[in-house]
């Protein structure tokens, strides 16, 4: 039995970042850019409003008040969008829209809220005027022109993970697509004679196969592909051959078959086609853990985790080491979640010296983490997971914790706090 550091140092010592692949903007959330990103124009491209009112030169406007309004000729308007041919001297001033190009020898724009343009509106005075009730200095409320990005720019480095925000700057750049490293393809199977899909009867001694659903959830939670291979039936020969179909995947993860039982047949499936690597780890839920290759014909084998069959236990070691192996494999260099330090509300035992991830609710309070667990911690509880927002994690050293007591707490990427 080796330790958790141990185990993922072996999953993560085995998987490679992944090749490159050219994806329509959108499609690129989450993942990781695979190449360095030049401004080809300035952006904004050309002098703009910030808002909309009135483009003049600043000199037209000194001195003007409330009480002592500058009175401009209006020379024309212009809408975002739109480029305008008008030229504004001093003495005169253009109508303009937020976003809109800049009139030539604007140098400032005036808010409506800062003209006389409601009152005579109201009062059906000439709009070839207007008065202007401040003075503003010379390139107020102009967005210059390359002011967020210059003209030949590096913009971003390769590597960078793609969040909305830089969806959103690749967009102001004009690029559609652009290359980044591609999400793994994880080749899920549960096995057990006992499991069914979800669209077949509920039979005497069946179980459904919820780890079917929450493993692929989890892949694409954490930003892979999953590709759902069924259910394999406690037969070495089913079971070789199920496993086969995935191979061409970036990861084969099974659930159940390798605890110590007379049916639990992957290890021997992994020990006749592959590398066993190891198949237990001091945790809990999660000791019966299996990690190999599997053989591939002309390619570089294929990683396999062999998940315990109880259903929390098998989304907690996924989440322990299936989730930084996809991370990994995607590029990323931030392979942890965050957490916090949390004062624990339950009291938890630790009989057989392993490492514990206890699900817990965790809340803020007075300024400080609580944590309390979720209910039942039996690995087959699945509603432990379905309630939690954080493990707390619990050294193999320590034999029992108290109320009271601090913790370190992972958070997880799903579940509500609780106040």
């Known amino acids: 039995m080796i330790s958790v550091e141990e185990a993922l140092g072996k999953v993560l010592g085995f998987v490679d970042v992944l090749e490159e692949e050219e994806r329509s903007l959108l499609d690129c959330l989450g993942q990781v850019l695979a190449e360095d990103i030049y401004a080809p124009f300035d952006v904004p491209p050309h002098d703009n409003s910030a808002m909309d009112g009135y483009a003049v030169q600043a000199e037209s406007i000194r001195g003007a008040s409330y009480e002592r309004p500058r009175i401009l000729r209006v020379v024309g308007e212009v809408a975002a969008g ?129 780890n079917t659903y929450s493993l692929a959830a989890q892949v694409l939670s954490y930003g892979g592909i999953p590709r759902v291979l069924g259910i394999a039936p406690d037969d070495v020969g089913q079971l070789s051959r199920a496993l086969r179909r995935g191979l061409s995947c970036d990861m084969l993860v099974t659930s159940g078959g390798v605890s110590l039982g007379d049916y639990d047949v992957v290890k021997q499936v992994l020990a006749a086609e592959g590398d066993i690597s190891f198949w237990t780890v001091c945790m809990k839920p999660g000791k019966p853990l299996a990690f190999g290759t599997f053989r591939r014909n002309g390619k570089k084998n294929v990683p396999h985790l062999g998940l315990p069959g109880n259903p929390a236990s098998s989304m907690i070691t996924f989440e322990v080491f299936g989730r930084p192996a996809i991370l990994k494999m995607m590029g990323k260099r931030n392979l942890t979640r965050p957490s916090v330090t949390a004062v624990m509300e339950s009291p938890i035992k630790n009989d057989d010296n392993r490492r514990i991830f206890a699900r817990v609710i965790v809340s803020r309070r007075e300024g400080k983490y609580f944590a309390r667990l979720t209910g039942p911690q039996g690995s087959g509880v699945l509603t432990s997971m379905a309630k939690a927002n954080g493990l707390a994690v619990i050294p193999e050293t320590t034999k029992e914790l108290k109320p009271g007591t601090t913790v370190d707490v992972m958070l997880l990427g799903w579940g509500e706090a609780q106040d």
């Open 82 to 210: 739109h480029v305008t041919g008008l030229k504004v001297e001093l003495g005169t001033c253009v109508r303009i829209m937020t976003g809109a190009s800049l009139p030539e020898g604007a140098d400032t724009v005036v808010p409506f809220e800062a003209t006389d343009e409601v009152d005579r509106k109201r009062t059906s005075a000439s709009e070839a005027e207007i008065g202007i009730r401040c003075s503003l200095p010379e390139g107020s409320n102009i967005r210059q022109s390359g002011e967020d990005i210059a003209k030949g720019e590096l913009v971003m480095r390769c590597g960078r993970l793609l969040h909305p925000a830089e969806i959103g700057m690749l967009a102001s750049l004009g690029k559609g697509t652009v290359l980044v490293i591609r999400r793994p393809v994880v080749a899920i199977l549960a096995t057990g004679d006992e499991v069914l899909d979800v669209n077949q009867p509920l039979l005497p001694g069946k179980i459904y196969s919820s």
